[in-house]
């Protein structure tokens, strides 16, 4: 009984370890961006007439996030930018919305590309999003986010313009909007999820281990996008962020990869509408998986696998009274880290606890996992990739075609 004591015993100090390196490597990493953004390295060169940054924003049948995107966007100062927008094949009005939306900015800051064709997804639109930029720092993002604040692109984008990095991976978690259907439990559950991944891969960053961004916030030099384009493995849609990182990664040893989860440097995303439209988001996440590298696959692991470890111990030989002890210690660590960094990301109010709903966001992501498992097909017949042709048309008014 001793020995299976201490066992459960070294189990839980291996997971609260882990939520001890975590919160480090988090500090890690906004000490590392905010010295990057403040550093005074090699800059990327300005030709003179082009914007030091190009927003890339792809688009499939989302005419009525338009506007408020691109007002959202317009109001970011700082630092000299354009938009390129890739509308990818919409069938919804998307194409006269972004032809208004552009009628609104200087002539030539905002600009469209239409590809038709494409593979699911949205690698091939934002490989013709990045093609199309005149600036040589990129920041790509989502049509359903917005800037938490007018810094945005500017705080984004500062570490590679001043040299400091390649590649900065921001956070965009998901926000409720005014009018939104999505309730609290819903946007908790997504929220929980989110800010334990985000808080994941700006810790894994800080620590010099990263191992991917989101495609909703990351921002990166066009020459590395050109020079490595991301391929999708058979069946996946998804991976235009962290499978393109882990190739990048592996193409340039010693690339240098920021984390910024600062508020200035982040967005907020629409939350699913509700549980199953949640469900098959990460279904289409988790069909990514099986391709990250093992180490990547251990280091994630050992945090669940530890407390996995303590209350299975806690079952078999000592009863359900520690098995809830640990369960309750588990929830209270797990909740304050994660509001932690829910309070550095900018969230405030009753979204800085969203962590009291990670057992529910984990057990729909067990339950998710153990679906795939069984199921493997299930991923592929939700985001099917067979490759179709595309057609891809440079900007009319791009002078530099």
């Given at each position: 009984?001793e020995?299976?004591a201490?066992?459960?015993?070294?189990?839980?100090?291996?997971?609260?370890?882990?939520e001890v390196?975590?919160?480090?490597g988090?500090r890690?990493?906004?000490?590392?961006?905010?010295?990057?953004?403040?550093?005074?390295?090699?800059?990327?060169?300005?030709?003179?007439?082009?914007?030091?940054?190009?927003?890339?924003?792809c688009i499939?049948?989302?005419?009525?996030?338009?506007?408020?995107?691109a007002d959202?966007?317009?109001?970011?100062?700082?630092v000299?930018?354009?938009v390129?927008a890739?509308d990818?094949g919409?069938?919804?009005?998307?194409?006269?919305?972004?032809?208004?939306?552009?009628?609104?900015?200087?002539?030539?800051?905002?600009r469209?590309?239409?590809?038709?064709?494409?593979?699911?997804?949205?690698?091939?639109?934002?490989?013709?999003?990045?093609?199309?930029?005149?600036?040589?720092?990129?920041?790509?993002?989502?049509?359903d986010?917005?800037?938490?604040?007018?810094?945005?692109?500017?705080?984004?984008?500062?570490p590679?313009?001043?040299g400091?990095a390649?590649?900065?991976?921001?956070?965009?978690?998901p926000?409720?909007?005014?009018?939104?259907?999505?309730?609290?439990?819903?946007?908790?559950?997504?929220?929980?999820?989110?800010l334990?991944?985000?808080?994941?891969?700006v810790?894994a960053?800080g620590?010099?281990?990263?191992?991917?961004?989101?495609?909703r916030?990351?921002?990166?030099?066009?020459?590395?996008?050109?020079?490595?384009?991301?391929?999708?493995?058979?069946?996946?849609?998804?991976?235009?962020d962290?499978l393109?990182?882990?190739?990048?990664?592996?193409?340039?040893p010693?690339?240098?990869?920021?984390a910024?989860?600062?508020?200035?440097?982040?967005?907020?995303?629409?939350?699913?509408?509700?549980?199953?439209?949640?469900?098959?988001?990460?279904?289409r996440?988790?069909s990514?998986?099986?391709?990250?590298?093992?180490?990547?696959?251990?280091?994630?692991?050992?945090?669940s696998?530890?407390?996995?470890?303590?209350?299975?111990?806690g079952?078999?030989?000592?009863?359900?009274?520690?098995v809830?002890?640990?369960?309750?210690v588990?929830?209270?660590?797990q909740?304050?880290?994660l509001?932690?960094?829910a309070?550095?990301?900018?969230?405030?109010g009753g979204?800085?606890?969203?962590?009291?709903?990670?057992p529910?966001a984990?057990?729909?992501?067990?339950?998710?996992?153990?679906?795939?498992?069984i199921?493997p097909?299930?991923?592929?017949?939700?985001?099917p990739?067979?490759?179709?042709?595309?057609?891809?048309r440079?900007?009319?008014d791009?002078?530099?075609?």
């Open positions: 009984m020995v299976w201490a066992v459960a015993a070294g189990a839980v100090a291996v997971g609260v370890g882990s390196l975590l919160g480090w988090v890690r990493a906004v000490r590392a961006v905010s010295a990057a953004a403040r550093g005074s390295g090699v800059q990327v060169p300005l030709e003179p007439g082009r914007p030091e940054v190009t927003v890339v924003v499939r049948n989302g005419a009525d996030e338009v506007e408020a995107w959202a966007v317009h109001a970011c100062r700082g000299a930018f354009e390129v890739v990818d919409s069938r919804d009005g998307t194409p006269e919305r972004l032809a208004a939306a552009a009628a609104r900015w200087e002539p030539g800051r905002f469209t590309v239409r590809v038709e064709g494409t593979a699911p997804g949205k690698r091939e639109a934002l490989a013709a999003g990045v093609e199309a930029a005149r600036a040589e720092v990129v920041l790509a993002t989502d049509i986010c917005r800037p938490l604040g007018p810094t945005w692109v500017e705080a984004m984008t500062a590679i313009r001043r400091a390649e590649v900065v991976a921001g956070v965009s978690l926000v409720r909007r005014e009018g939104s259907a999505t309730g609290g439990f819903v946007r908790w559950v997504q929220l929980a999820d989110d334990r991944i985000a808080r994941s891969y810790a960053a620590w010099g281990r990263p191992y991917m961004t989101v495609g916030n990351v921002a990166f030099l066009r020459e590395l996008a050109v020079a490595v384009p991301g391929v999708a493995p058979p069946g996946v849609a998804s991976g235009d962290d393109t990182l882990q190739a990048w990664l592996r193409a340039r010693g690339l240098r990869v920021l910024d989860p600062r508020p200035e440097a982040s967005t907020g995303t629409a939350p699913a509408g509700d549980l199953q439209a949640w469900a098959r988001r990460k279904l996440h988790l990514t998986a099986p391709f990250y590298p093992p180490a990547v696959l251990l280091r994630l692991a050992v945090p696998v530890a407390f996995t470890v303590a209350a299975a111990v079952v078999v030989h000592t009863g359900l009274g520690i809830a002890a640990v369960a309750v588990v929830w209270l660590v909740t304050c880290t509001r932690a960094f309070c550095l990301a900018g969230l405030d979204s800085v606890w969203a962590g009291v709903a990670g529910a984990a057990a729909g992501l067990g339950f998710l996992k153990a679906v795939t498992a199921h097909g299930i991923c592929k017949g939700r985001t990739t067979e490759p179709l042709k595309s057609t891809r440079r900007p009319a791009d002078p530099w075609t």
